[in-house]
């Protein structure tokens, strides 16, 4: 078994944007600690998940503050996380033209997989997403489900330390979006997964923590039922949820 002792270190993490004379604080001094485990992201719109997600990444550079990745901190240089990173993210900016397999081997190249390893290693996060049969289909004839099981596919090439996943269960059907839990669930072992989602159940059952934002704080970081003991007693997650963020849009 690997190494699963990964730990990221958010540190103060703030983001501002500037647009003229205008700013919005998308992250105010946001701090955590993750080891390995599946964490949901919580928060409505506007709460600053993608904004984290896409510092975490290294797609947007932070306001200060600072990220560590094993000690290492990754907004000054970001090889160490990029080459242990699987990100999903919710776009579905896919190559039409492209066939399922073609797609993977695409991205497995980019994320420099030894190239005898490349076919098996499709095959297998392939499988993990139920889309062994669907490999040599163009992109062009998948349903929105199914892209978005081949871009969780994608996330998972190389068996990476940390997992980034923006919505990932949008489109998919109850028994997928099971499937794919299940999933991230069982990866989660070994190493770190964080999903960011507005579908409470994803993360209600799996997650070793739940992280709350709004507005760019972060509201509170804690097990799911130690979340309802605290927010909503006897209740759910759901009920969490709508206590913190009453009826703001998801």
Known sequence: MKNSNYILKVD???KVYTAGKNQKKALSSVSFTLDSGLYGLLGP???GKSTMMSILTGNLDATSGKVFWNGKNILKNNKPIRRVLGYMPQQQNLYDSFTGRRFLLYLAALKEIAKKEMAQEVERVAAL?????????RLSSYSGGMKQRLLAASAMLGNPHIIILDEPTAGLDPKERVRLRNVLAELSK???VIVATHVVSDVEHVA??????KEGNLIDKASPQAL???YAAGG???DVYLAI???EQP
């Open 208 to 213: 070793k923590e739940i992280l709350l934002l």
């Open 228 to 230: 309802i003991d605290k």
């Open 12 to 14: 103060a993490l703030t």
């Open 129 to 137: 997403v139920h889309l062994s049969q669907e490999l040599d289909k």
């Open 245 to 247: 963020f009453g009826e």
């Open 190 to 192: 070994t190493c770190i």
């Open 45 to 47: 719109n506007g709460a």
């Open 236 to 238: 759910t997650l759901e």
